[in-house]
């Protein structure tokens, strides 16, 4: 079955800008999760939809936002985009909410502010 | 918060050598997983560790998961360069959280 699939894959956009970025999940699930990796930092939670509701979120400025639409689909948005976002966004889903169970990773958007 | 340390983190070996990776925290966590991110692509899987004292083996790989489950470690025997990636702990808890990765290049 298709993976989870993140686009666009790569992105460059310069500061003040905003982003927005989407995952679809694998089919059947219903739990989408958003991370930024970078160099040193690892992942870092970003947030966790579950059936269109914001389930648990992370410690990022408010110009981090998320949404998930009926179909499980999920989008990110980052407003007012600083040098410091500069990082790859990996969307994960899984079957069922909460934090056990494996997450299936997307292969990313790699975001380059300037 | 609970912050997970994953040592060391750069590993570079050759191939057919034995190497660690360690993952500690202070926080206990009712599971631990371990994933392995390849260049351009997202994590994967490798392993889930639940009880403390917990050993599972896969192929070359062993995983630890402490007694009191604030720790793991990774054990890979004879190295290829396959093997080559990020290793990256993850601890269950309310919520999952990563440690900051280990990245292991085997040499040929």
């Known amino acids: 079955k298709a993976g989870v699939t993140q686009t666009p894959r790569y992105l460059i956009k310069t500061r003040g800008q905003q982003v927005t970025l989407s995952c679809s999940p694998i089919?059947?699930?219903?739990?989408v999760s958003w991370y930024q990796q970078t160099p040193g930092q690892g992942l870092q939670f970003l947030f966790e939809?579950?059936?269109?509701?914001?389930?648990n979120k992370g410690n990022f400025p408010g110009r981090f936002s998320g949404r998930q639409f009926s179909n499980s689909r999920s989008e990110m948005n980052v407003s007012t985009l600083e040098l410091g976002d500069s990082a790859l966004y990996l969307c994960?889903?899984?079957?069922?909410?909460?934090?056990?169970?494996?997450?299936?990773f997307g292969e990313g958007s790699r975001l380059t502010v300037l | 918060t609970q912050l997970l340390e994953q040592s060391p983190q750069f590993l570079s070996i050759q191939e057919g050598e034995n190497l660690t990776v360690y993952c500690n925290s202070s926080?206990?966590?009712?599971?631990l997983q371990w994933y392995r991110q390849e260049p351009g692509e997202g994590p994967v899987l490798l392993v889930t560790?639940?009880?403390?004292?917990e050993v599972k083996k896969l192929k070359r790989l062993t995983f630890q998961f402490g007694d009191a489950r604030k720790d793991s470690s990774l054990h890979i025997t004879a190295a290829q360069p396959g093997d080559t990636g990020l290793y990256l702990c993850?601890?269950?808890?309310?919520?999952?959280?990563f440690g900051a990765g280990t990245i292991l290049r085997v040499k040929s």
């Open positions: 993850a601890g269950v808890g309310n919520k999952l959280v």
């Open positions: 089919s059947g699930h219903r739990s």
């Open positions: 994960a889903s899984r079957r069922s909410g909460g934090a056990s169970g494996e997450l299936f």
């Open positions: 939809y579950f059936s269109e509701t914001q389930r």
């Open positions: 926080s206990v966590f009712s599971s």
């Open positions: 560790v639940v009880t403390g004292g």
